[in-house]
Antibody, heavy 116, light 107 residues
Framework: QVQLVESGGGVVQPGNSLRLSCAAS????????MHWVRQAPGKGLEWVAF????????FLADSVQGRFIISRDNSMNKVSLQMNSLRVEDTAVYFC?????????WGQGTTVTVSS | DIQMTQSPSTLAASVGDRVTITCRAS??????LAWYQQKPGKAPKFLIY???TLQTEVPSRFSGSGSGTEFSLTISSLQPDDFATYYC?????????FGQGTKLEVK
């Protein structure tokens, strides 16, 4: 079945880096644009990043522009989010999601905590 | 950025009730609006796209309507499984943006 599994979350200090990964299975990954969405504790959903199916076109939210990098490896069916210069306000559950017009399939999320 | 504003933030209702959640965009998004349902500790679940098209397997008691800047999600007869938080999301323009959510709780 169609599945997305995130990994790489953890506890980091402000200013440090973390790399999240999302492994896809059950569909033709190389044809699917992908997104990252996050949810701070007790808060709503915040769109973070987009990458097209080829990895050429990318968009990032203003809140992470210049700090986060989205990438993908179609040979490995994986999308990644490199998070640099992390801030306390980046603390959240990070979800990857497939785009078929909208975000039709989501992973279960991985938790990132930025704290000193 | 396009701001999405949902109302109400919280809605108390009973099984069998008809409920409507509204979503307003700060500028026209045509009909590029989706709705998601999220339960505590779970990933969001996609319900509706293009304002009113239900994802397969979504019960027909759910419906969406609107265009431009005003949209709504209606549940015609609430079922116990429907108590959750609902989010609207525009996908007309990057950055994609979500409403702040509407928590549907048991009265």
């Amino acid at each position: 079945q169609v599945q997305l599994v995130e990994s790489g979350g953890g506890v980091v200090q402000p200013g440090n880096s973390l790399r999240l990964s999302c492994a896809a299975s059950g569909f033709i990954f190389r044809t699917s644009p992908m997104h990252w969405v996050r949810q701070a504790p007790g808060k709503g959903l915040e769109w973070v990043a987009f990458i097209d199916s080829h990895g050429f076109e990318k968009f990032l939210a203003d809140s992470v522009q210049g700090r986060f990098i989205i990438s993908r490896d179609n040979s490995m069916n994986k999308v990644s989010l490199q998070m640099n210069s992390l801030r306390v306000e980046d603390t959240a559950v990070y979800f990857c999601a497939r785009e078929v017009a909208v975000l039709d399939v989501w992973g279960q999320g991985t938790t990132v905590t930025v704290s000193s | 950025d396009i701001q999405m504003t949902q109302s109400p933030s919280t809605l108390a209702a009973s099984v069998g009730d008809r409920v409507t959640i509204t979503c307003r965009a700060s500028q026209s998004i045509s009909n590029w609006l989706a709705w998601y349902q999220q339960k505590p500790g779970k990933a969001p679940k996609f319900l509706i796209y293009k304002t009113s098209t239900l994802q397969t397997e979504v019960p027909s008691r759910f419906s969406g309507s609107g265009s431009g800047t005003e949209f709504s999600l209606t549940i015609s007869s609430l079922q116990p499984d429907d108590f959750a938080t609902y989010y609207c999301q525009q996908y007309d323009t990057y950055p994609w943006t979500f409403g702040q959510g509407t928590k549907l709780e048991v009265k």
